[in-house]
């Protein structure tokens, strides 16, 4: 039977028509004074504020009857057990026993699994220090100033969002080493970096857990070209100008990696949960071992608050049952992450694809179609920047959006330059008001204005407010704290895959545009092979004419 027939769901539809319907944020508050005190939470590092939700105190029981139903209790002890959680791929996803201590062991098709995890970070440690010391060097015998990362998906977006939010814990050892993250399949990205760096001492790192990906597998291809115009030796460049980061050996050896170029992991882990694994090297060498190890046990606090405290205490169970009730029964299609602070500039991104692709779903586990709504659509900016960019849609626009606002409270304490520590203080202080005024503008609209300033205002003028959204403060921004923001993320997208009952560790549908890109592009280098379709045939006759006409002039 579909969750939306069930005891559960229903009660939430009833409720919806009969208590919430037709209400306003504004009325709630008026209501009721205490209104924060009863919609927020402080745990650990963090303070969840989602009174500006269109709920009550019975909305927030029934949500957590629904999760009750769902039997999320016994999806968490699956998930953190190792069953096979992932069933069209008959795997576990145990990202979470990447950032467990040694002691805390897990046991998948019948094999402990804590010693290879810590053998592999310390492998992966090994890999920093030798890179930081200056003991790794380039085929002339300099240390390594440039590393790059080629990945795409969650082998880029993973290490390069947390390498930009953590650029202020650099290592000393790290301070003249420039990253690079390398993406896009058309190269654009690679060529522009490689105009400016030397192949003697620039490392790259071939991020891919399949090692099958097209686009990171070219871009590799490019990166050998390029060494070779200086590098004879196969061996001296493989072995010095390439480390692998992947679940699989076998194509990390066809491609020519030797054993001590290989960092692994394994297939339990999926590739958008992957940042803790040795796809995190890009993070260790920025931040050191010692606070990459800081992150996992930040990640590692958020487990063991998503395991034990009550649903209605807990935020990733919170931040998912919040996400349902704005798309499930209030229809919002849309979701925005808005963080104030421009070190989360990659979050939104992050999480698109953590969310997306994970829940992005219409057919639950048993293979039948859902019928009702699964993920909304994702996507956020830096907060002040989007204010001046989208903003006016969550205002004053005709869809519904839920937003969460995310904000890191202290900044620019250990600013070395006194002058401008006050100012930049000054400026966290402006960027923290402005996220306390656009979630309070989102909520009450015009009632946010004193009387005197609402009146004679055109149509064109007026808000409505009524967006809901949520606040999450975090005390500072560090690797432990970063580490439990992505972890309580992780699992606000597993909750929400328990109540739609869908797998959200997969990710079948992108596999038939790789497989049919693959077919366009055998037609495009071949002759005289056609298309059934007017307009990818079209396109194409346009392309080849065009470039015939290049290549003519
Ligand atoms: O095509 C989607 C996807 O498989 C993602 O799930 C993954 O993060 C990305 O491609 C990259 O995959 P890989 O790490 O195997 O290169």
């Not at 003249?176 to 790259?204: C, M, P, W, Y």
Request: aromatic residues 10%.
């Amino acid at each position: 039977m579909s969750v939306r027939r069930t005891p559960a769901w229903q009660r939430l539809e009833d409720h919806y028509a009969a208590e919430i319907k037709g209400k306003n944020l504004f009325e709630l508050f008026s209501a009721d004074k205490q209104r924060f005190n009863r919609f927020s939470r402080g745990k650990g590092e963090f303070l969840l504020d989602f009174s500006k939700h269109r709920i009550t105190e019975e909305t927030l029981t029934l949500l957590t009857n629904l999760v009750d139903q769902q039997q999320l209790g016994r999806w968490t002890e699956k998930l953190f057990s190792g069953q096979d959680v992932n069933s069209s791929e008959g795997r576990a996803a145990l990202h979470t026993a990447l950032r467990a201590p040694k002691s805390l062991d897990t046991v998948v098709d019948g094999k402990k699994i804590a010693e290879q995890v810590h053998a592999n970070l310390e492998k992966m440690a090994n890999v920093v220090e030798r890179i930081h010391s200056g003991q790794w060097r380039g085929y002339s015998g300099k240390p390594i100033t440039d590393v790059i990362n080629l990945g795409v998906g969650g082998s880029d977006l993973g290490p390069l969002m947390a390498c930009h939010a953590l650029e202020e814990f650099r290592h000393p050892k790290a301070k003249k080493l420039n990253f690079h993250f390398v993406s896009s399949i058309d190269g654009s990205q690679l060529a522009e970096r490689l105009k400016h760096l030397n192949q003697e001492t620039t490392l790259f790192i071939l991020s891919s857990k399949s090692f099958t990906t097209i686009d990171t597998l070219s871009n590799a291809a490019a990166a050998k070209c390029w060494l070779s115009e200086k590098i004879q030796s196969p061996k001296v460049l493989l072995n010095q100008h390439f480390i692998g980061c992947s679940a699989s050996s076998e194509k990390m050896a066809d491609f020519g990696l030797s054993e001590d170029n290989q960092l692994l992991f394994w297939d339990w882990v999926g590739g958008r949960f992957s940042l803790w694994s040795v796809i995190g090297l890009p993070i260790a060498l920025l931040v050191g071992m010692e606070q990459f190890r800081q992150f996992l046990a930040g990640a590692h606090w958020m487990d063991n608050h998503f395991k034990n405290e009550k649903p209605d205490q807990n935020i990733p169970v919170l931040l998912a049952l919040l996400g349902i009730w704005n798309s499930n029964f209030l229809g919002a299609k849309g979701h925005a992450v808005l963080p104030y602070d421009g070190r989360l500039k990659y979050f939104p991104a992050y999480l698109s694809q953590l969310e997306m692709e994970s829940n992005g779903k219409s057919v639950n586990r048993q293979g039948e179609l859902v019928d009702y709504g699964t993920c909304p659509i994702l996507w956020g900016e830096v907060g002040p920047n989007a204010q001046h960019a989208f903003y006016q849609l969550l205002h004053q626009g005709t869809q519904p959006v839920s937003c969460d606002f995310l904000a890191p409270v202290t900044r620019y304490q250990h600013e070395p330059a006194k002058g401008t520590r006050n100012q930049l203080q000054s400026q966290q202080q402006l960027t923290l008001a402005n996220c306390l005024a656009q979630s309070r503008v989102l909520m009450f609209g015009d009632h946010a204005m004193d009387d005197h300033a609402k009146q004679n205002r055109r149509q064109d003028q007026q808000y409505e407010g009524n967006q809901p959204s949520t606040t999450l403060l975090i005390n500072e921004l560090t690797p432990y704290t970063l580490g439990a923001l992505i972890a309580a993320y992780e699992h606000k997208v597993f909750v929400q895959s328990v109540v739609w009952e869908i797998n959200p560790f997969d990710q079948w549908g992108v596999e038939l545009g790789k497989q049919i890109a693959k077919e366009t592009y055998q037609a495009m280098v071949s002759e005289g092979v056609t298309f059934d379709d007017s307009s990818t045939q079209g396109l194409l006759d346009f392309v080849r004419s065009q470039q015939q006409r290049e290549k003519q002039s």
